[in-house]
């Protein structure tokens, strides 16, 4: 049974920094699409960054130059660094591992920025 699960959101003042953390069981990160995506209330969930390969890395546009996509493939973790957080970086983020067609998520983590 594949796992995908998100850690480290949490309550941050604005400007501040939060690293988040994916991990999955049962699925190798190595070999997949993963990228994170956030989703605050009342608007759609909304792509943010992701990483295949040998670290490829793209950026949506409104977190190109703050937030950063890693990935440990011996820890099979997917970190995204979020500097320069603000009020509208406040989001439930989630994690997805894809690959031929297979989707996996996590539940989610929430971050909150205050001002």
């Known amino acids: 049974q594949v796992q995908v699960v998100e850690s480290g959101g949490g309550l941050v003042q604005a400007g501040g920094s939060l690293r988040l953390s994916c991990t999955a069981s049962g699925i190798t990160f190595s070999i997949y699409n993963v990228a994170w995506y956030r989703q605050a209330p009342g608007k759609q969930r909304e792509f943010l960054a992701n990483i295949f390969g040998i670290n490829i890395a793209k950026y949506a546009d409104s977190v190109q130059g703050r937030f950063t996509i890693s990935k440990d493939n011996i820890k099979n973790t997917v970190y995204l660094q979020m500097n320069s957080l603000r009020r509208e970086d406040t989001a439930v983020y989630y994690c997805?591992?894809?690959?031929?067609?297979?989707?996996?998520w996590g539940q989610g983590t929430q971050v909150t920025v205050s001002s």
């Open positions: 997805k591992a894809d690959r031929h067609g297979w989707n996996y």
